[in-house]
């Protein structure tokens, strides 16, 4: 295999298929354009929906990217060897021009004859057929073309070997998965890349989009049939390296050394040390990726801010494990910046609302966490001896008076050997509501929100307000993310880094 670093892997990928004909394209903001069903950009795939459901791209019908991605999904299991809540894939499209015979050509010379994989090691699965596709008899035939054994291709369920699709609907099909066979003795007679058992560890995938999935769970065929390539750069540097985790590459291993020279810990040492210093370095490089995005993501309580913020507090969490101050987390951001900023300009451009927005969060949680720890610590020591669920009331007084975040109450209640009561947080939560909303109803009653010319008006201003503030304070990533309108006041919630001065105030009405 090739020992590559993250700049290396990323050149050699692009200026293969960039001989292949295929243009090479940007990566696209981290927040969908035209996709309400998903918070983040969460493959390479994603900007390209319309350009796969026949739309002509501008670059042509072969395109090959780097594509910066999020997944919070597995939030939980990030502090392993593997998960990651940012990664970087490569990809490369073809749309409506090659498809699997081409494609698995393609793959198979880059793997083996670019990155140096053993061709005795390589395995592939191709999908098994179900009521909604045919057995991929077809991509089976063209590995097989390449000098792939029939005994190294296996047949896989929808489970392994479907695509998509990345919302709810949109292009999907059936897809072939490359692997390598590490040389660990077969878990069973029935062993396959299939397997959990760390036989075999996937190294690629192609996606071959033949159907279109329905609001209603159908299938329609595409009218244009297209390819879509994946592999994850971290993995693939984990592999190529020999590396035990991603958070040994060049991509993290200057943040983990940073973060010992602050706590004094030594990576490995400890495990308990080890994922903590894994936390916070992975989201940290997150935060550093969603606060510099073009659009520019800031930390609040609804959609990708809240996915923001508990990021950055999760890190702060851990940042008292590893008995260091919060502000590591501004130092790693500015680590993250200069390794980047020549694959991502736009981070270095916007380093400095990077930076605020981390201290800004900083100073807002850190009394929050601290006497929420405390507040936790006297619940947990007053529980009975024998009580192995950690209360949602109190879990609720928690989030409801001290503003802790019920995810981090249900995780430090894990690591105490409690299972929290969601059930009654909610209910808790759901009361709440209903009193504060009763009030609110009491307080307001007499029409304010009443749909009338004036209201109607003032969320006419609302467009004429978010013009303003990009004008004034010259930063067209100012987004409306949120408002209330009523026929007494307007009121405008939008993101920046810090509270507008008076006289910014002024002009902004001014303008408006």
Known sequence: MKQLNSSELRKLYLDYYKSK????????????????????????????????????????????????????????????????????????????????????????????????????????????????????????????????????????????????????????????EMFIDTGKPKCSDDCSPACDCGKYVEIGNDVFMQYFKNADGTFSPLKQKNVDEGMGLERMLCILNGYKSVYETDLFAFAIKKLEELSGKTYGKDETMTVAMRIIADHTRTATFLLGDPKGVSPSNVDQ??????????????????????????????????????????????????????????????????????????????????????????????????????????????????????EGYDKAFADHQALSKAGAEQKFKGGLADGGELTARLHSATHLLNAALKLVLHDDSIQQKGSNITSERLRFDFNFPRPLTQEEIAEVEKVV
């Open 21 to 176: 004909g295929h243009a090479v394209i940007g990566s696209a903001s981290l927040i969908p354009e035209n996709d309400p069903t998903v918070l983040f950009t969460t493959a390479g795939m994603h900007p390209l929906v319309p350009y796969l459901l026949g739309e002509k791209h501008p670059a042509g019908n072969r395109l090959t990217d780097v594509q910066v991605c999020v997944r919070t999904g597995d939030i939980d299991e990030v502090g392993d060897a593997t998960h990651c809540t940012f990664f970087e894939m490569l990809g490369r499209w073809s749309l409506g021009d090659y498809f699997k015979e081409y494609a698995i050509a393609c793959s198979y010379d880059f793997l083996i004859n670019q990155l140096e994989f053993d061709k005795d090691k390589f395995a592939v699965t191709v999908f098994a057929g179900d009521e909604d596709c045919p057995r991929d008899e077809e991509s089976a035939s063209y590995w097989k073309a390449q000098g792939v054994p029939e005994d190294h291709i296996f047949y896989c369920n929808k489970k392994h070997n479907w695509w998509g699709p990345a919302g709810i609907t949109g292009p999907c099909g059936p897809d072939t």
């Open 305 to 422: 801010g809240y996915v923001l913020r508990r990021l950055i507090r999760r890190a702060m969490r851990y940042c008292r494990t590893l008995g260091i101050d919060d502000g590591a987390l501004v130092e790693l951001a500015k680590l993250y910046v200069a390794k980047y900023e020549e694959a991502y300009p736009y981070i270095k451009e916007n380093e400095g609302r990077i930076v605020s927005e981390l201290e800004a969060e900083k100073d807002k949680f850190a009394k929050t966490i601290e006497q929420g720890l405390k507040e936790f610590d006297k619940i947990v020591a007053h529980l009975p001896e024998n009580m192995t669920v950690f209360p949602g009331k109190t879990a609720f007084r928690l989030y409801d008076t001290y503003g802790f975040p019920i995810e981090m109450t249900a995780e430090l209640a894990k690591e105490k050997g409690y299972t929290l009561d969601k």
